[in-house]
């Protein structure tokens, strides 16, 4: 079968997205903006589902992320390259080319948008290259990264639950 078509415009201006998630449970879509600069601003917006292919759907902004490094890498910390959501729904993992960092929904939270006012918690996201892509395994307990290019390695990241 043909794949759908989905078009969105965003509420404001142009952005650069690499990264987009959908929640399990909600079918809600995110997109992840890639920010650039010192105290880059990651913005995230939603679509609320349920998607429907052919109408234009003005997605609505659902949080913001700030990055914060004071090191020489500060002009691309905030470079998000990809997303994953747990299949609980209750954690997003982000990946940019270099680290990676998991946000965790408090267990009282009054809806998924709360995750995005969370604070960052930076792992190891393997030596890659560049760093492109990031996918919870099935069972919520290890995130799987890569690169681009020929002969890259899967990286099996541990992810220490504490719910």
């Known amino acids: 079968s043909e794949a759908e078509t989905?078009?969105?415009r965003y509420p404001d201006a142009p952005h650069d997205a690499e990264a987009m998630i959908v929640h399990p449970r909600t079918g809600d879509l995110y997109l992840i903006t890639k920010a650039r600069g010192p105290d880059a601003r990651t913005r995230v917006f939603r679509s609320a589902a349920?998607?429907?292919p052919n109408d234009v759907r003005t997605l609505e902004p659902a949080g913001e992320i700030v990055f914060r490094d004071e090191s020489a890498l500060t002009l691309i910390v905030g470079r998000v390259t990809d997303a994953a959501v747990s299949p609980d729904g209750n954690r997003v993992a982000l990946v940019g080319y270099i680290r990676g960092w998991m946000l965790e929904l408090p267990?009282?939270?009054a809806g998924f948008d709360e995750i995005w006012r969370q604070p960052l918690v930076p792992f190891d996201a393997g030596k890659r290259a560049q760093g492109e892509a990031i996918a919870f395994r099935t069972?919520?307990?290890a995130l799987?990264?890569?690169?681009e290019g020929a002969r890259s390695p899967i990286y099996e990241i541990p992810v220490y639950l504490s719910k």
């Open 139 to 141: 069972d919520g307990r």
């Open 107 to 109: 267990a009282k939270a």
């Open 50 to 52: 349920p998607q429907r």
């Open 144 to 147: 799987l990264t890569t690169s």
């Open 6 to 8: 989905f078009t969105f």
